[in-house]
């Protein structure tokens, strides 16, 4: 039954922090194409991203990866086998990576409030895709649990990535078309 609420609440926990992340990224966005707009009002509107931002990291971002790594260390703790299976440290190699991104996008929002990235809003636009990647493959992995069958899925995630990217492209050229 504990490993019932424990998973519960893993699942509560990364749905919470993907949430933040992608919300996150997509003020990264917004924070870029704020330059664009007229001086009176471009340093209040990075001033405002800048806060939210800090919010959304701080109140929803960190608690949601804390309880996700919490609860799944105890998952872990409660069913040690789980260790021992090949799907299972895949898929911590992908969480360490995730939480990797977690950590750089902190650091983005300390560049955007000093003014120091050199990001372009299509840049982050591509940047906020990234968490869609981690998020099918993690979930693909820990459902389908069959390694071999996991190069497939793999190969999958990797053209759902390019397609991503294509379609990124598309929409920046179409909407580069409708302003000009």
């Known amino acids: ?6 998973k ?6 990364f749905v ?6 992608f919300y996150l990224v997509r003020m990264f966005v917004y924070h870029a194409e704020s330059a664009d707009k007229p001086e009176s009002i471009r340093e209040d509107w990075k001033k405002q991203y800048t ?3 800090w919010r959304v990291y701080k109140i929803i971002c960190n608690p949601a990866m804390m309880i996700t790594w919490t609860c799944g260390i105890l998952m872990l703790v409660n069913t040690p086998a ?3 299976q090949g799907w299972m440290q895949v898929k911590l190699v992908f969480l360490v990576l995730l939480t990797t991104y977690h950590l750089y996008c ?3 929002i300390s560049k955007q409030e000093s003014g120091k990235t050199t990001f372009t809003s299509f840049q ?3 940047l906020n895709e990234l968490p869609t990647l981690f998020l099918v493959t993690i979930v693909l992995l820990a459902v389908v649990k069959d390694l071999l069958n996991f190069i497939y899925l793999f190969l999958g995630v990797i053209a759902f990535g390019v397609t991503l990217f294509f379609s990124a492209r598309a929409y920046r050229k179409y909407r580069e078309g409708r302003t000009s």
């Open 16 to 21: 919470s922090w993907f949430a933040g992340l």
């Open 124 to 126: 982050f636009r591509l």
């Open 1 to 6: 039954m504990l490993h019932l609420y424990l």
């Open 106 to 108: 902190k650091g983005i």
């Open 51 to 53: 806060a939210m931002q």
């Open 82 to 84: 789980f260790l021992e």
């Open 8 to 13: 519960s609440l893993h699942i509560i926990g």
